[in-house]
């Protein structure tokens, strides 16, 4: 005992050094440090190929599992009850979502925190921020789930939904629920290590998520014939196993003490206010900003709602085949994410907004590109969806060969926005992000709603606007430059 509680003194003294370095702009050293760790002697390029490599194969790996979960919803059932699932597994996605909200935020938290430390070669700190977070992200998912559990019945009335498409959708959901927890610890155990510049492990655990959703749900289904249930249950699954791996890969091996190896030490796992507040400072406005989204979203899904049969599930279809183009866009912003907190931490500023432009470019080609192919072979996508009502296919159909065309401006929006939260400044997002939304996809399209009959098309044209406006203020607020300054 008197060991553990002289390593948390110890922890809790270089806690007090660690954050008057970092109010004072991290580190007593005027020029920059060079980054350590698994970084440490990379230049920029194999930097971010390194970051965004296995978060590319992870977001594959995720985009794969939605669509595996509405190819086998899409040949649940034949005939006129297909339309029904479709819808079912539509409203599920912004359901899903709204349960990685609170757990999301959190993990914005520990990355920004961690890859600070990192930097500033503080791995004691690191230590401890990475077993805050952990903790902040258990009680998250605990929260989230329970807040899911509840509020399906009232979703499934705020939809409209039929008495059928009501059932399956809380049936799906109550068993999905379940999963909140874990995918909360591994929400944040993973975004941990790519603070820490490990993204390969984040992506082997993403992948047994994956392979154990995907296989149980087919099992379920197939030979238990457990409908959408089946679905839900194999979701619940793999984020256990997910969770697991992930505690278990981060629990310490070497003989170093928690001031030189990255890892779960028993002691960080103890209530610590000062981190803990620190975690939740810059998670906070990020989760505001995600709820604010989804909120906004969800708006727009409620006139979805009442457009002609199918839109629910058109839409749900639509936004599965626009997430291909997100993969990589989604993987260079992590790299630009993990890069500017290290080389902040690391005080070399210039290379920060370097990282940035180089990210923000590398994006604007491969998701730009990648757009351009869903949009272009957007038939031969949505064939894969099996058994789909035919003016569901065709409301989708003319979404992604529209929003395809505009991925640049997506990927613009998600390089800048996500290498602010890595800088810390996740106020500034939220603000401008919930300035631009309510204004464009709230009053904006229920003002037109009053006055004109909106098509599922013209309502995405409104969404696209938004993006657009949202991209040129990040821009706008990355050349400026004040992130610079943010602290931790």
Request: proline share 2%.
């Amino acid at each position: 005992m008197s060991l553990a509680s002289d390593k948390m003194r110890t922890s809790n003294q270089d806690e007090t050094r660690s954050m008057a370095r970092l109010d004072n702009g991290v580190g007593a050293h005027a020029e920059g440090l060079p980054l350590t760790g698994k970084l440490g002697g990379l230049s920029l390029p194999r930097q971010v190929l390194a970051l965004a490599l296995w978060p590319f194969l992870q977001n594959l790996m995720s985009v794969a599992v939605g669509f595996a979960d509405m190819i086998m919803a899409g040949r649940m059932v034949v005939g006129d009850g297909a339309p029904v699932v479709m819808d079912v597994m539509g409203v599920a996605l912004y359901l899903m979502w709204l349960l990685m909200i609170i757990q999301s935020a959190m993990a914005t938290g520990a990355v920004a925190l961690v890859s600070r430390f990192v930097g500033a070669r503080d791995m004691n700190s690191a230590n401890l921020a990475l077993g805050q977070s952990l903790l902040l992200g258990l009680v998250a998912g605990a929260f989230s789930g329970v807040l899911v559990w509840l509020m399906v019945p009232l979703m499934a009335e705020f939809f409209s939904m039929d008495e059928l498409a009501a059932e399956m959708l809380i049936s799906y959901m109550r068993i999905a629920a379940l999963s909140a927890p874990f995918s909360g610890v591994m929400m944040v155990a993973s975004s941990s290590l790519r603070g820490y510049g490990d993204t390969a492990r984040p992506f082997m655990a993403m992948l047994l998520v994956n392979v154990v959703n995907v296989a149980t749900s087919w099992y379920c289904i197939s030979s238990l014939g457990w409908g959408v249930e089946g679905l839900a249950v194999g979701t619940v699954l793999g984020w256990v196993f997910g969770a697991v791996f992930i505690l278990w890969f981060l629990l310490p091996r070497s003989q170093g003490s928690s001031e030189e190896v990255f890892g779960l030490y028993r002691e960080n796992l103890r209530y610590e206010p000062e981190m803990l507040w620190r975690v939740w400072s810059v998670g906070w406005p990020s989760m505001i900003e995600i709820l604010v989204m989804w909120s906004v979203h969800i708006a727009g899904v409620y006139y979805i709602g009442r457009l002609s049969g199918g839109a629910l599930g058109a839409h749900g279809m639509a936004v599965r085949l626009e997430s291909i183009s997100f993969m990589p866009g989604f993987a260079i912003g992590m790299a630009a994410n993990t890069l500017v907190g290290q080389y902040l931490g690391a005080n070399d500023k210039q290379m920060a907004k370097k990282a940035v432009r180089y990210c923000w470019v590398l994006a604007l080609v491969t998701m730009g590109g990648s757009g351009l192919v869903i949009s272009y072979f957007n038939t031969e996508f949505l064939m894969l969806f099996g058994n789909v009502d035919p003016d569901q296919f065709d409301m989708a159909a003319r979404i992604v060969r529209f929003i395809g065309c505009l991925q640049v401006f997506t990927a613009t929006m998600i390089v800048m926005k996500m290498s602010l939260r890595g800088a810390g400044a996740t106020r500034e997002v939220t603000i401008y992000s919930f300035g631009s939304q309510v204004v464009i996809r709230v009053l904006a399209l229920w003002l037109i709603v009053q006055c004109y009959e909106l098509s599922l098309l013209n309502v995405w044209q409104l969404f696209a606007v938004d993006t657009v406006v949202q991209s040129l203020i990040f821009v706008y607020l990355h050349f400026k430059g004040d992130w610079t300054e943010v602290k931790v």
